[in-house]
């Protein structure tokens, strides 16, 4: 029987192998793109959606998870007490702009008690060791501040201003897709256009006509998956998809 699924990390190796990558040191990056371009795809491939949260140690840039959709709740979780006052909320709660300044005061003043709002749930808490939290409060009313934190879509990526205390830890509950980092197998017919997706974003800083070329393919060839794709029923994606991983095939 021929194989009808493929692992990212042999997409990886090849890719590697067209760059003459002989070491495999451009391997990590190569597969960091295979499930940002995996992320985009799921869309049109009938994955789950669901809401959760994790809890992350403060860094200036914060990989987001590969099952990562978009953001609804983002919060900064004192050290040592667990209070936790909530930044940004979507986008039908009223939220309030802060300076720098301000954006300080409301956190001492959250965690401290003396501002004290109605609680928000953050949904499904993980952390990055794996501990399951379940459900964790956040007081305060929803804010926005361009310095505190900005969200790279495309490329998955969390920025934390410099006014966050260094010990503090970030909490964010954001829509998943599905992908995990246990997902390593992939449908044939998506190899192709991820293969063109990953060069293209491995030659954005190193050859402008290579990333160009390639991303004109991805589009392409991406255009083609989701026709295909979205000619089928629900019913036919689930099957096809749950036929493509099942054991018996590979």
């Not at 794709?229 to 991983?245: D, F, G, H, S």
Request: overall charge neutral; hydrophobic content about 35%; some cysteine.
């Amino acid at each position: 029987m021929s194989r009808s699924v493929i692992s990212l990390d042999i997409i990886a190796s090849d890719i590697c192998g067209d760059l003459n990558d002989a070491t495999l040191k451009h391997k990590f990056k190569i597969t960091r793109h295979l499930i940002n371009g995996l992320r985009r795809m799921n869309m049109f491939l009938a994955g789950k959606t669901e809401v959760k949260s994790i809890l992350l140690q403060v860094s200036n840039v914060i990989s987001l998870p590969c099952d990562f959709q978009y953001i609804t709740k983002v919060g900064v979780r004192r050290p040592g007490s667990g209070c936790i006052a909530i930044l940004s909320m979507v986008n039908e709660t009223p939220r309030r702009q802060l300076s720098d300044t301000d954006t300080c005061t409301y956190l001492n003043n959250t965690w401290n008690g003396s501002a004290l709002g109605p609680e928000y749930a953050f949904y499904n808490v993980w952390n990055i060791q794996g501990n399951f939290y379940g459900e964790l409060y956040g007081r305060g009313r929803g804010v926005v501040n361009a310095g505190t934190y900005s969200v790279d879509q495309a490329e998955g990526l969390l920025y934390i201003g410099s006014n966050i205390p260094e010990d503090s830890e970030i909490i964010i509950e954001y829509v998943g897709n599905g992908i995990s980092n246990g997902v390593t197998m992939v449908p044939m017919e998506l190899k192709e256009c991820l293969e063109y997706y990953a060069k293209w974003k491995f030659y954005a800083d190193r050859d402008p006509r290579m990333s160009a070329m390639n991303n004109d393919l991805y589009k392409k060839e991406y255009n083609v998956l989701k026709r295909y794709y979205n000619n089928r029923t629900p019913l036919q994606i689930a099957v096809a998809v749950n036929a493509a991983i099942s054991p018996s095939n590979y």
